[in-house]
């Protein structure tokens, strides 16, 4: 399986990326590398990565704006007929 892994600093000045391969041997999971990169931002967009991490973090702590949140309910456990 090829997986690929995206991430930005706390500078939000570039993208980093990283590939690999992964593959199970026996009980193992054996990953490859497969490349690097790194792409810089322009200044006027460095602030897109923060603000979509903030607006992420947002939506799933109290749902999406505008929207209806509903906390998730943990289904009560059938009792067994006697």
């Known amino acids: 399986m ?3 892994g995206l991430m930005s600093g706390t500078s939000h000045d570039a993208i ?3 590939a690999a391969d992964l ?3 026996g009980d193992s999971l054996v990953p490859k590398a497969r490349g690097l990169m790194n792409m810089a931002h322009a200044e006027a967009s460095r602030h897109a990565p923060a603000a979509a991490a903030v607006r992420a973090d947002r ?3 109290d749902g999406p704006p505008g929207g209806h949140h509903t906390p998730a309910k943990t289904p009560k456990p059938k009792r067994k007929a006697s």
């Open 59 to 61: 939506e799933l702590c």
């Open 2 to 4: 090829r997986v690929i």
């Open 16 to 18: 980093d990326a990283a």
């Open 23 to 25: 593959n199970l041997v």
